[in-house]
């Protein structure tokens, strides 16, 4: 009788198990001349959300911030120019903290400690030709201190970063 039992519950994890060795794919979001493949959002250092649904929260992020860089890449590029990159690494703003159940979610702490980070990859390609290319690891040591930033949007710091990136990086290169 105790066969039975643990052959049925092996039967029952079988197909779980199997489920999980399955790989995400990785999102990808693409807004006008801008196309981001974020690589393993899960292994990224922070990108934790404090009151919503983990999944909900990252679609979030990624849509805003390849917005906002499309917006500053049409600034730069050429019109037949195309963004394209591959994030490795994230780190949002602040550090997250634990209430202790005196609030229903975690605390986001945005101090001058807690940077925004990026690390990717990226191609700029013109009718099918790569323009530029290269690997990056980005910081914003300052964030808390440039006032162009004090507008309340979402990701504020984080798109400062990479608006920063192209303006000082990429368009002297083009």
Same mark, same amino acid.
Request: net charge negative; hydrophobic share 45%.
């Given at each position: 009788m105790n066969?039975?039992?643990?052959?049925?519950?092996?039967?029952?994890?079988?197909?779980?198990?199997?489920?999980? +060795?399955? !790989?995400?794919p990785n999102p990808v979001t693409e807004v006008g001349? @801008?196309?981001?493949?974020?690589?393993n959002p899960k292994d990224f250092r922070d990108i934790k959300t404090s009151n919503e649904l983990q999944s909900?929260?990252?679609?979030?992020?990624?849509?805003?911030?390849?917005? =906002?860089? =499309?917006k500053q890449a049409q600034k730069i590029?050429? !019109?037949?120019?195309k963004l394209d990159?591959?994030?490795t690494d994230f780190d949002l703003a602040g550090d997250m903290r634990p209430t202790f159940?005196?609030?229903?979610? +975690?605390?986001?702490i945005v101090k001058?400690?807690? !940077?925004?980070r990026a690390t990717f990859s990226y191609t700029i390609t013109?009718?099918? =030709? @790569?323009v530029i290319a290269g690997d990056e690891k980005i910081t914003d040591m300052s964030f808390m201190h440039n006032t162009r930033r004090f507008n309340n949007s979402p990701f504020q710091y984080e798109t400062t970063l990479f608006t920063d990136w192209l303006q000082k990086s990429v368009a002297p290169k083009l």
């Open positions: 066969v039975k039992y643990l052959l049925l519950a092996s039967a029952l994890m079988c197909p779980v198990a199997m489920a999980e +060795d399955v !790989p995400e001349v @801008v196309k981001i493949e974020w690589q909900r929260f990252e679609t979030r992020l990624f849509e805003t911030l390849t917005k =906002n860089i =499309n590029l050429k !019109p037949d120019q990159m591959k994030v159940s005196a609030a229903p979610g +975690d605390l986001r001058d400690l807690y !940077p925004p013109e009718k099918g =030709n @790569v």
